[in-house]
């Protein structure tokens, strides 16, 4: 009877220690944050992009989008700091060519973008210093439906065009082929 219970102790015991171990890892935990952030951003925008058309779509992704994304971010940085023992969680898009000025890729990011872009190939990167890990993700035009609002000009239609220049007049992030690298998510896991 001891016997099982020491055992059936030392089980739950190697099974938490072996959880923590996977869990606290910050670039497992990045990568699921972003598939779970990436996959609602779609799922969310193409039944807007399909209800509404693409003009009207804009306008949710310069307000509302951005408000669902930082609601997604804040369920998970209650995760990350009550389960996973970090400090802090900051979640950012990053790209060579903005549409939202303030989403310019710099040092860094910059850098990472740029070594993605001449090996032709991203894939995630891990940095590491001074109680900060980060995590960048590849964000690809990995649907069609990007294309109707970062695509070439004969892709976007007239009147997204004009909701755009009205929007974004400095707008940077058109041209996009489906496959291209658009960006990456930069995924900052403070420590204590
Ligand atoms: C309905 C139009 C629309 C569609 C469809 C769309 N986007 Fe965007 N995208 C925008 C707008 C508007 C912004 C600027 C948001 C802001 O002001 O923060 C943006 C910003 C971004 C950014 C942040 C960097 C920047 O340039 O400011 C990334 C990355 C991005 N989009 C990737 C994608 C990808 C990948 C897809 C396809 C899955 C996609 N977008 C589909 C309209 C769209």
Redesign the pocket.
Known sequence: MLQSKILTVCLLSALIISCRKTVDNPILLGREIFKDV?TT??QT??K??NDEG??????????S??KLMSEKIDLWRKQVVEQHGFKDLKVS???L????????ATGEAEEILLSWENAKEATPTFREDNNLARVYMP?????P??????GTSAEIQAE?KVA?AK??PN???TGYALGDL????LLEFIRE
């Open positions: 990436s951003l779609m925008v193409a807007k992009v693409a003009p009207n779509a804009l306008l949710f992704c310069s307000t989008a951005n898009r990053k790209t060519k903005p549409r939202n000025a303030a989403n310019l964000i690809k035009i990995a649907s439906l990007c294309l109707a609002c970062h997204t755009l929007a974004y707008d940077r992030a658009r960006g990456t998510m």
